[in-house]
């Protein structure tokens, strides 16, 4: 998505370690207009797809989640990352974060995901794919259908999309990151692109 990488370079700050930080349009403030083009985006990629809900995890994911929500007229439901005391029956899996390095527990209410459900997963960035695991388990707990899953940015050089293919889960990222490191993006050349 040329837009998005003509963002990522103008706004972004990476960091030696693999870090990118996009604070100024997704992360902290948000930028709506942008968002907004990436929901239609998402759409589009998945557009073969016949799903009735959109999975999200808190908190950068719900922003893109709603507005594809918005846009397929279907609810989203985000992935809790503690359980609140009123929660009764829900799934519940580990999930490792990288940025903040530590585990963590979360859920979700055995109300809102269930068989039958067809989902797609939406989130902001694809790094080793531990939050992207943690929720494909919740949905199999579930016995829902995870039919693809989206990541506004992918960093490539981690494992992420490897592991999750490995899974036979469908990825669609709108950027992809070859390398990066302080102040220099390379970005995966794709097909369509060339
Ligand atoms: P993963 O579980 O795939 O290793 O990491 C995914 C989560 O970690 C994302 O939802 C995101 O919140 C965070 N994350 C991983 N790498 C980065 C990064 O380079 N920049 C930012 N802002 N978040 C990241």
Redesign the pocket.
Known sequence: MELLKERILKDGK??DG??????SF??HQMDPILMKSIAAEFVKRFSDLNINKIIT?E???IAPAILVGLELELPVVFVKKAKPKTMQDFYATQ??????DRTYDVCVSNQFLGEGDNVIFI????????????VRDLIKQAGANLMGMG?I?E?SF???RGRLMDQGVRVESLVRIDW?SENSIEFVQTVDEE
Not at 18 to 23: A, E, Y
Not at 95 to 100: A, M, W
Not at 123 to 134: E, I, K, S, T, V
């Open positions: 990476s960091f693999g870090i990118l930080k996009v604070d997704i992360n995890i908190a950068s994911g999930v490792y974060s990288f940025t903040k989130d902001d960035f694809l790094a080793n794919g531990n939050a992207a695991l943690g990541f940015i960093k981690q494992e992420g990066l």
